[in-house]
């Protein structure tokens, strides 16, 4: 009988420690975070274009067929509506291309000029999806036999990307508020004043959760191909499929007075 008892008496006195800890709200705190997030699909491609020329005995005779073939390019994009601010030169290159050949005799290797190469990469944001197949097919078109393509990259505008940050902070604070609120509940208390609030970690330690950044990108890249007429008519375009969407995440911490 005697261990029956003293089970018994164990348990009595947890309750009661329990039901102290239930009713002493006053000078306690809650500390949590939520994080929010919101979505949309993709409103925005990126298109990157190397157009590239070769001359065998001129640097400025490559210079000048890489500057015209740049030219072709951009008046086949303007002609199709893309704007200028959407156009961004990301780089030119101008170098000699040497053939590296080795002396049997000697084993030293000889190098011997093969000519002058000229690349142009040209950065293209498109946002008008129905028309992206056609304006891949027509600037490489237009950009001759030498042309690569790499994309197209899907994306948010930075217009649409905003709009989501700021629905995602809301929805962040107001699951937080609705955290605290259940916690304090539970614990037969209620809440007080806010006393912390931010998207940064307090630095007593307090808050966790996170976020990480979704949706995709498809990538393809062409290899050099044959010249196609920059003013010739596609009956049928490059097809080109956007199923995704991107997804933009905030985490806010929060310390809660409990009453």
Request: proline letters at 3%; glycine letters at 12%.
């Amino acid at each position: 009988m005697i261990p029956v008892c003293m089970v018994f008496t164990v348990a009595l006195v947890l309750c009661a420690a329990v039901a102290v800890v239930k009713g002493d709200c006053s000078g306690g705190t809650i500390s949590i975070s939520s994080t929010g997030s919101a979505s949309h699909k993709h409103d925005q491609a990126t298109v990157s274009f190397s157009i590239k020329s070769f001359h065998t005995t001129s640097m400025e005779k490559a210079r000048k067929d890489g500057a015209e073939a740049t030219r072709r390019t951009l008046g086949i994009l303007a002609a199709m509506g893309v704007e200028k601010r959407n156009i961004t030169t990301e780089a030119i290159h101008m170098q000699p291309e040497y053939n590296n050949n080795y002396n049997n005799n000697h084993g030293r290797r000889q190098s011997t000029l093969r000519g002058y190469s000229v690349s142009n990469s040209l950065s293209v944001k498109v946002q008008n999806f129905d028309m992206l197949g056609d304006i891949i097919d027509r600037a490489v078109g237009a950009a001759g036999n030498d042309a690569s393509l790499n994309g197209p990259h899907f994306q948010l505008s930075s217009k649409v990307r905003e709009q989501l940050q700021h629905t995602a902070r809301i929805r962040a604070v107001e699951e937080l508020g609705r955290k605290a609120k259940d916690i304090a509940g539970a614990a037969g208390c209620s809440l007080g004043k806010v006393m912390y609030l931010s998207d940064r970690i307090p630095a007593a330690g307090g808050g966790g959760g996170g976020g990480g950044g979704g949706g995709f990108a498809k990538s393809a890249r062409m290899a050099p191909m044959m010249a196609m007429e920059s003013d010739a008519g596609f009956s049928s375009p490059t097809p080109i499929m956007n199923g995704g969407d991107d997804t933009v995440y905030d985490t806010f911490y929060g310390i809660y007075e409990l009453v």
